[in-house]
């Protein structure tokens, strides 16, 4: 099994950044490919980011152009760079392996003025 823990989130201002990371433990995770979810109040969790084992990258339309996906494996850890965070942004952050049905418990990010 693997342990995934986020951190990094917060409150900040529309136009903002935040930069998340999920450390992963249990499991060397540098072959296996890696995801961002979010899931909103009252919304589905739906997929944001994900990078490949090789760095291969894709966004949601969403984020794309805003957000940056990327991974350290020798930390064992992956990273969300989110910039010009808009209020559609809040939602509490998740990070996955894939193949693994394993969740960490999520870091809340809000974009409020």
């Known amino acids: 099994q693997v342990q995934l823990v986020e951190s990094g989130g917060g409150v900040v201002q529309p136009g903002g950044s935040l930069r998340l990371s999920c450390a992963a433990s249990g499991r060397s995770f540098s072959i296996y490919g890696a995801s961002w979810y979010r899931q909103a109040p009252g919304k589905q969790r739906e997929l944001v980011a994900t990078?490949?084992?090789?760095?291969?990258?894709n966004y949601a339309d969403s984020v794309k152009g805003r957000f940056i996906i990327s991974r350290d494996n020798a930390k064992n850890t992956m990273f969300l760079q989110m910039n010009s965070l808009k209020p559609e942004d809040t939602a509490v952050y998740y990070c996955?392996?894939?193949?693994?049905?394993?969740w960490g418990q999520g870091t809340q990010v809000t974009v409020s003025s």
């Open positions: 990078i490949s084992s090789g760095g291969t990258t």
């Open positions: 996955k392996i894939l193949g693994f049905d394993s």
